[in-house]
């Protein structure tokens, strides 16, 4: 696996679920776009540009699957996940040499969980999404957890 050296583009998307109907929507050149989940729970791309790239598209679809298995490996671990649970993945195409190269970063908040057990719950989820397996061993991805 090859490592992006220089960075050309990042693409960042926040997901949350949303259970608020009051919650800020986006601005005037942005869009709110709803996506789901093959189980039809409902996640939403809050204050999306008017043209994504790529690499936010691939975020958002990532970062919806993604949540989705946050909260499969919380079910199977017995763990309520906060309402406020959330996930940004900032995925960035840049250079290794004459190749261009994918990587990703993971910025995961899961208030109020202890850090150990919010940590297993990220790994678990990594291990469950189909995104996740697709992109394994293929580019770097960091993850970091907060709990506060």
């Not at 005037?28 to 540009?49: C, N, R, W």
């Not at 996940?81 to 995961?108: R, Y």
């Not at 992109?135 to 957890?145: L, P, Q, R, S």
Request: net charge neutral.
């Amino acid at each position: 696996m090859k490592k992006i050296e220089k960075v050309r583009y990042t693409g960042l998307t926040h997901t949350k679920v949303n259970r608020d109907p009051a919650l800020q929507r986006g601005e005037h050149g942005v869009v709110d776009m709803k996506l789901s989940t093959p189980g039809g729970q409902s996640y939403e791309f809050i204050a999306a540009e008017l043209h994504p790239t790529a690499e936010q598209l691939f975020a958002g679809a990532w970062s919806a699957c993604w949540i989705a298995a946050l909260g499969i490996a919380a079910s199977l671990k017995k763990v309520a996940l906060p309402q406020d649970t959330t996930v940004n993945i900032q995925v960035s195409i840049g250079e290794n040499g004459p190749a261009w190269v994918l990587g990703a970063k993971f910025n995961i908040r899961i208030p109020g969980v202890n850090q150990a057990v919010a940590e297993a719950l990220a790994h678990a989820a990594h291990q469950i999404c189909p995104y996740s397996k697709a992109v394994e061993g293929n580019i770097e991805v960091a993850m970091d957890v907060v709990t506060a």
